[in-house]
C-alpha cells in the first residue's frame, strides 16, 4: 500500500468514528426528549383531571358558608392523618387555604376554587 491510501483508510476510520458517535449521541437525544414529553404529558393530564375536579366540587360548593367550608375542610385532613394538611384563613384575601387549594370567599360564602402554583407560593 502507498501513503496515500493509508491516509485515505485512516481518514475513513476518523469520519466513521464521528459519524458512529453523533448517531449515539442523536439517539440519545432522540430516547431523552421522548421520555420527557411522556413525564410532561402525564403531569398535563393529571393537572387537566384535577381541575376538571376542582370545577365540579366548585359547582357543588359555591355558596356555602364560612363555617360550614371549614367544618368540611377539617374533616376531611382528619382521614387524611398522614398528609399533615394545614388549613388556614388569610383574612387580606378573605380566601381559606386547605394544602394547596385555595377557597376564595366573599361576604363569609364561597365564591371560587382555585389550585395553587409553584408561582403563586
Not at 468514528?17 to 449521541?25: D, E, M, R, T
Not at 439517539?27 to 376542582?54: E, P
Not at 388549613?87 to 389550585?115: A, M
Request: hydrophobic content about 45%; aromatic content about 12%.
Amino acid at each position: 500500500m502507498n501513503i496515500k491510501s493509508d491516509m485515505l483508510v485512516v481518514l475513513l476510520v476518523i469520519a466513521f468514528v464521528i459519524c458512529f458517535l453523533g448517531c449515539i449521541f442523536f439517539a440519545y437525544l432522540w430516547i431523552d426528549t421522548s421520555i420527557s414529553l411522556a413525564y410532561s404529558d402525564t403531569s398535563y393530564q393529571k393537572s387537566l383531571g384535577l381541575k376538571h375536579a376542582l370545577s365540579l366540587l366548585e359547582n357543588e360548593w359555591v355558596g356555602i358558608s364560612e363555617s360550614e367550608l371549614l367544618e368540611k375542610l377539617k374533616a376531611e385532613a382528619a382521614h387524611q392523618p398522614d398528609e399533615k394538611i394545614v388549613i388556614f384563613k388569610d383574612d387580606e384575601s378573605d380566601t381559606i387555604v386547605f394544602d394547596t387549594i385555595y377557597f376564595e370567599l366573599e361576604s363569609g360564602k364561597l365564591k371560587r376554587i382555585t389550585l395553587s402554583t409553584w408561582g403563586d407560593e
